[in-house]
């Protein structure tokens, strides 16, 4: 029998979208608002774009002055206490919301600049987004080298939105946020630096002449319209005249008809400016579009994949990144069951075990044997791409008679991680909705690894309500500081709102004909962009747009030299991150399948459990991804989670990093 999924209001569970286009709609100005009662007081835990009143500052013992009003993220009710103005969450647009941040975006603030850029990501006014400006915001602040700026930069060449898309510049913006400087092409092979600031001079020279043409355009129009207005009034003064008949009216015609010769001359020239600019605009892009072919010119074999192929473990696990890399076997079995999974972006080749030709499945799923005779047993797998290009994992199988002493705690760089907290919510019985099996225990069962292998301080809410989750949510935002990490894992039901593309959390009060007590997406990422933790972590079911965006986290290689290994930890850590985790895309995903949890939960403890060392978050990704697909599989369902950054909540290319306790 196979387990159910989670759904909406069904036996299925939706995948959680928190997702950049899905922003929010913001407006109203209030200065001191009331603070509704009943379900919508729940609404001041809110975050809001605030304007707060300047502060009175004296100079010396003779100036008193007014500082400008200043531009916050707060909560409508902390907005509302200190005497500010802000922009009412979700009741028109968010125009008000640009104002806030713009006139300092203006003087070049990078923050605000990319804050104006998200704005118009998200549309502004009730319109549709206008990703042209967004790509301007973004591209003043990334050249200010603001990681979150050319994150979203890097997305909209990724998709061609506002901008041509160019997976080069994306990947090449993701590398720079991760603090990586050198070029890559499409093939992996590094980009002449002189060609890329050709590029980018080009792409600036371009974003001026479409500003200057705007602006030459709009002058046109404004002239045209005065024209039209003195033809008018001339035409009327004609007719005057001639019923009259005076030598004063005739002279005041021909007044007015050397001004309208005046004001024709200076519509021509006006006309040639605007079509010399429109000329020079399509000049650049052509020749912005001849270098990026330049670029991107490929061999005979055409160059599709971004990415070489990858191999992964599943069975045994490897629980340590060391070099050389060892697997520890219970017993001494005659035969060990090796079972991984191979990623090939260009197509597999070939893939070997021990140069023995082994076959995969369509999801890229693989399952051998490997006679052991006591000794250790070393293993190489290899994966060629049609493309030539070449991915190895090399470990050593070692029987349990034969392996050392464990050393009493894990071997863990001295580097401050910081303090670690945990929100884990399991909604399992819901009032109105349909109850789920495993979101209670799989949320209690979390919650003791977490606080007892990795020593987070974990707040557990079972069947919470939107007052709960948004309360617990608030009150770790006022609490946590920089120096602290955030886990937010949820299991419960979610519902996709199709008519503007937004998903949402259902908590135990959700009615399913009404949205009042469900909690949007947006409201979530506007939480956590609010909050100063270094790192937040979600853990839910979601699905996002732009795999690529992952190339801006950067990724731990397994048998590194402890030194390389101190020095990526080290960027990790000290670079912000807002990272999400989900079961599964924007489909049902199984509630059940993993004895007392479901699928995914299953994956997420067994990886947690097992793990010996630090454990970033891509590769806990990465494990977690290829058991739920393999544990999937069995019950012919496809599966796939996803991990990318949180759009629009302040990531800057760091990773969450887990630390067992005591190290």
């Known amino acids: 029998m196979k387990p159910t999924a989670r759904l909406g209001g069904t036996l299925f569970r939706l995948a959680l979208v928190l997702t950049a286009a899905m922003g929010g709609s913001l407006a109203g100005w209030s200065a001191t608002p009331p603070l509704p009662s009943g379900t919508q ?25 007014l500082t400008p009003r200043r531009p916050a993220k707060l909560t409508a009710e902390e907005c ?50 206008d990703y042209a400006r967004a790509a301007q915001w973004y591209r003043k602040a990334a050249e200010q080298g603001h990681p979150r700026a050319r994150i979203n930069l890097g997305f909209l060449y990724e998709k061609g939105l506002g901008v041509s898309k160019d997976p080069v510049t994306a990947l090449n913006l993701y590398r720079q946020a991760a603090g990586i400087e050198e070029a890559v092409a499409l093939d992996g092979t590094a980009v002449s630096a002189e060609r890329e600031a050709q590029l980018e001079a080009l792409r600036r020279e371009l974003d001026d002449t479409r500003r200057q043409l705007e602006e030459a355009q709009e002058r046109l129009r404004r002239q045209q319209s005065e024209h039209r207005s003195e033809q008018e009034r001339l035409q009327r003064e004609r007719d005057e005249a001639r019923a009259s008949g005076s030598a004063a009216e005739r002279a005041r015609v021909a007044e007015l008809e050397a001004r309208l010769a005046e004001r024709e001359a200076a519509l021509a020239r006006q006309a040639a400016e605007a079509a010399r600019l429109e000329q020079a605009a399509q000049r650049h892009q052509a020749e912005l579009a001849r270098l990026q072919a330049q670029r991107t010119e490929a061999p005979p074999a055409p160059k599709v994949a971004l990415a070489p192929p990858s191999i992964q473990l599943i069975d045994p696990p490897v629980v340590t990144m060391r070099s050389p890399l060892t697997v ?24 070997t075990v021990n140069d023995r030709s082994e076959q995969v499945d369509a999801q890229g799923l693989f399952k051998t044997s490997l006679q052991l005779g006591g000794e250790p047993t070393p293993v190489t797998l290899v994966a060629v791409d049609r493309r030539g290009k070449r991915a190895a994992l090399e470990f050593t199988l070692v029987p349990e008679a034969l392996q050392q002493a464990a050393p009493d705690k894990p071997q863990v760089p001295d580097l401050e991680f910081g303090h670690y907290h945990a929100l884990v919510i399991g909604n ?52 946590l500081t920089e120096k602290d990490n955030l886990l937010i894992y949820y299991a419960g039901h979610g519902e996709l709102d199709r008519a503007n593309l937004r998903a949402h959390w259902l908590p135990v009060d959700a009615e399913l004909d009404s949205n009042a007590n469900w909690i949007s997406s947006v409201a979530i990422t506007d939480i956590i962009n609010a909050m100063s933790v270094k790192h937040v972590l979600i853990v839910a079911d979601s699905c996002y747009s732009g795999a690529m965006t992952r190339s801006s986290i950067a990724q731990l290689q397994p048998g590194l030299s402890d030194e390389s290994q101190v020095t990526f930890l080290k960027a990790l850590v000290q670079a912000r991150a807002r990272t999400v985790l989900t079961s ?37 990704y990465r494990e ?8 999937a599989s069995r019950f012919q369902v496809e599966q796939k989670p996803e991990y990318a950054p949180l759009k629009f909540a302040g990531h800057e290319s760091g990773d969450f990093v887990f630390v067992p306790a005591g190290t």
């Open 41 to 65: 007081e729940v609404d001041r835990f809110l975050i809001v774009d605030c304007l707060l009143p300047g502060q009175v500052r004296r100079l010396g013992t003779a100036l008193t002055y």
């Open 328 to 351: 520890q076997l219970r017993g001494a079995p005659a035969m060990r069951e090796i079972v991984g999974k191979v990623t090939a972006p260009a197509g597999l080749l070939s893939f």
């Open 80 to 129: 509302a206490l200190r005497g500010g103005e802000y922009v009412a969450y979700d009741r028109a647009d968010l125009a008000t919301a640009l104002a806030v941040w713009l006139p300092l975006a203006e003087k070049g603030d990078p923050q605000a600049q990319t804050y104006a850029g998200e704005l118009y990501e998200r549309g502004v006014g009730g319109v549709a987004p």
């Open 584 to 620: 599964g895309g924007v489909q049902p995903v199984m509630d059940g399948g993993g004895g007392e949890h479901s699928v995914f939960a299953r994956a997420f403890l067994e990886v947690l459990r097992e793990n010996a060392g630090v454990l970033e978050a891509a590769r806990l």
């Open 624 to 631: 977690v991804a290829a058991r739920v697909l393999l544990l």
């Open 428 to 479: 399992q019985n819901y009032r109105e909705l349909l109850s789920l099996d495993t979101a209670i225990n799989d949320a209690r069962a979390v919650s003791e690894v977490l606080a007892d292998k990795y020593g987070f301080k974990v707040t557990t809410l079972t069947d919470a309500t939107r007052y709960d989750i948004l309360s617990a949510l608030n009150k770790l935002r006022a609490q």
